[in-house]
């Protein structure tokens, strides 16, 4: 007995360790952080369980992003469902970058929500994260509901008929109902990791 | 004194604001300014982006966007799909991987005239270029390039030795009897979402070096873990695929590339389609 409980212990520590290195996947639980806002203040994504959380991949020089904070595409969604249990977050994993330069950009832009400062890129990189803008949205049990682009208008030009999958999936969780579209392929510029 | 020097600081930021990057030239080029009724000619732009800087292929890869060109010719002529040169390979820290253009790039087209020409014989021809550049940050970019071939050529630059050059660098088709090589391909993609198994067997005429597999861009379809590997004469290339979301991915015969350099250290491609629901293709 004593040999089969020692087996069936190493199985179990091979098995965390073959999923300790975290990609946000449909389906499975959003990996887990705590890191500082613009402001210094920790954000720990599991005190947010029971919210429905956006994550948004951004780079203030990304001329994808430039184009959506023009249009104010993410600040009017996250106003929308401000007041719906939804806690919008942009996560900013630029390499060159730091809390002070994000402070900038949220005063530039006139947003509310708070800007991670992810300059080490330790939660780009638990996420997957590949693209500014790259998004995530998670449901009130911690499981990641949609994970991809922002739109279906990579190019631009089409911001009035262009399908917002984010605003999608954020109707179908506030209304208990299963996520439309759980995966698109995100674009935009590449996270700019550090080399 | 304090006037000008409020005027020194207001040029100076001005000119701050026009210092984004600039990174890519584009011009018209044409195989020769000759138009004859019903034959075809090709033009194309050439782009040459500076170093450190690169621009897009038609599948861009994890991130970026692809470069656009779009083609304005006159009434009765028609205009065909662009030639893709072979791409390189970018990998970006993160694990972010690019296809794209460092350098030069041609895009050409070839234009097809109708069976009688009218007027003077001369042609208009106008492209619309569109890309993404990244070095350490990315600057979008486009330019309206326009150009008369014909009687009354003007714009457009006739350079036959650049044509044939990247011509070379066109990805050839399998079937073609001066093809490289010979392909079999078989798994598919299951309707239902779950990740299926692609393998593509390509044997070489002669063994080349450096190959690498470059996937076609589709929206709907999840292209994961690709692998080569080449073995004497033979390429055997793996990778799964899925479908997203319940979305129908846009072609059932996957366009995707194999680069190679040839004997001559000459770097070349091969169409390679793969037909996604198993059947031959």
Redesign the interface.
């Known amino acids: 007995m004593r040999s089969m409980t020692w087996a069936a212990a190493a199985l179990l520590t091979l098995a965390t360790l073959g999923t300790a290195r975290a990609v946000a996947v449909v389906g499975q639980p959003a990996p887990e952080f705590t890191i500082k806002d613009q402001d210094g203040h920790d954000v720990d994504l599991e005190a947010l369980r029971g919210k429905i959380v956006v994550l948004e991949w951004t780079n203030p020089d990304c001329p994808f992003v430039r184009r959506h904070y023009g249009a104010k595409t993410m600040r009017t969604l996250a106003d929308r469902f401000k007041n719906r249990d939804v806690v919008w977050l942009a996560v900013n994993s630029t390499n060159y970058m730091d809390a002070a330069r994000d402070r900038a950009w949220r005063t530039e832009q006139g947003f509310s929500y708070p800007v991670l400062d992810d300059h080490a890129g330790v939660v780009g990189t638990s996420y997957g994260a590949k693209t500014t803008p790259h998004m995530f949205v998670i449901d009130r049990q911690g499981t990641v509901v949609y994970a991809g682009a922002i739109d279906d208008d990579a190019a631009g030009g089409h911001e009035t008929t262009a399908r917002n999958y984010v605003a999608e999936a954020l109707d179908d969780v506030t209304a208990g109902k299963a996520v439309r579209v759980g995966e698109t392929k995100p674009y935009g510029c590449s996270v700019k990791y550090a080399q | 004194m304090r006037l000008l020097a409020a005027l020194a600081v207001l040029f100076a930021s001005a000119s701050a604001r026009a210092q984004e990057p600039s990174p890519v030239d584009a011009r018209l080029v044409v195989r020769t300014q000759a138009v004859e009724p019903g034959k075809p000619f090709d033009v194309g732009v050439l782009l040459r982006v500076q170093p450190g800087w690169h621009i897009y292929w038609l599948n861009p890869g994890?991130?970026?966007?692809p470069t656009?060109v779009r083609w304005t010719v006159p009434e009765g002529f028609t205009a065909g799909a662009l030639h893709w040169p072979v791409p390189q390979r970018f990998d970006?820290?993160?694990?972010?991987l690019?296809y794209g253009y460092t350098g030069a790039v041609l895009l050409g087209t070839t234009v097809t005239p109708p069976p009688t020409l009218a007027g003077d014989g001369s042609v208009a021809v106008r492209a619309e270029v569109?890309w993404?550049a990244?070095e350490?940050?990315?600057?979008?970019g486009r330019k309206t390039l326009d150009g008369t071939l014909g009687h009354a050529a003007d714009g457009a630059t006739s350079d036959p030795g650049l044509f044939t050059e990247w011509d070379s660098r066109i990805p050839v088709d399998p079937g073609n009897g001066d093809a490289p090589a010979s392909l079999t391909a078989r798994g598919g993609v299951p309707a239902d979402g779950q990740a299926g198994t692609i393998t593509v067997d390509v044997d070489w005429k002669r063994t080349p070096a450096a190959v690498e597999w470059f996937p076609p861009d589709d929206?709907a379809l999840?292209v994961q873990a690709a692998q080569s590997r080449t073995d004497g004469g033979r390429t055997q290339l793996t990778f799964r695929a899925k479908r997203?979301?319940?979305?129908r991915p846009k072609q059932a015969v996957l366009e995707s590339v194999i680069a190679y350099t040839d004997g001559s250290g000459v770097r070349r491609g091969l169409r390679v389609p793969i037909n996604l629901d198993g059947k031959e293709t």
């Open positions: 994890d991130a970026g966007l656009s970006q820290p993160g694990g972010v690019g569109g993404l990244c350490k940050i990315c600057v979008r929206p999840d997203l979301s319940g979305q």
